[in-house]
Nanobody
């Protein structure tokens, strides 16, 4: 069982930046995948960025603006979000997937609002 706790959300103006953190209860090094999803009102949850299979994967809409990083010693994954746009407004969720079973785990989510 992996518990994930997100932090760092908030209100920011268009063009601004935020950094989200996801602290895991155990080692993230062993996980099959770990990363970030988001869900805007009335829309389906979508992948933002993740570490998977030794590499990274980004949604096209955030490439060049968002950067995912990790600190294995702290069991924490980060999402640096720059040049934020109103369309980035959503609840951002941390997600982790177990190896072998591929069981998913989710954090409680953190709200990001981009508005002037």
């Amino acid at each position: 069982q992996v518990q994930l706790v997100e932090s760092g959300g908030g209100l920011v103006q268009p063009g601004g930046s935020l950094r989200l953190s996801c602290a895991a209860s155990g080692s993230i090094f062993r996980l099959y995948a770990i990363g970030w999803y988001r869900q805007a009102p009335g829309k389906q949850r979508e992948l933002v960025a993740c570490f998977i299979s030794g590499g990274t994967n980004y949604a096209d809409s955030v490439k060049g603006r968002f950067t995912i990083s990790r600190d294995n010693a702290k069991n924490t994954v980060y999402l640096q979000m720059n040049s934020l746009e109103p369309e980035d407004t959503a609840v951002y969720y941390c997600n982790a997937i177990e190896p072998i079973t591929y069981d998913p785990y989710w954090g409680q989510g953190t709200q990001v609002t981009v508005s002037s």
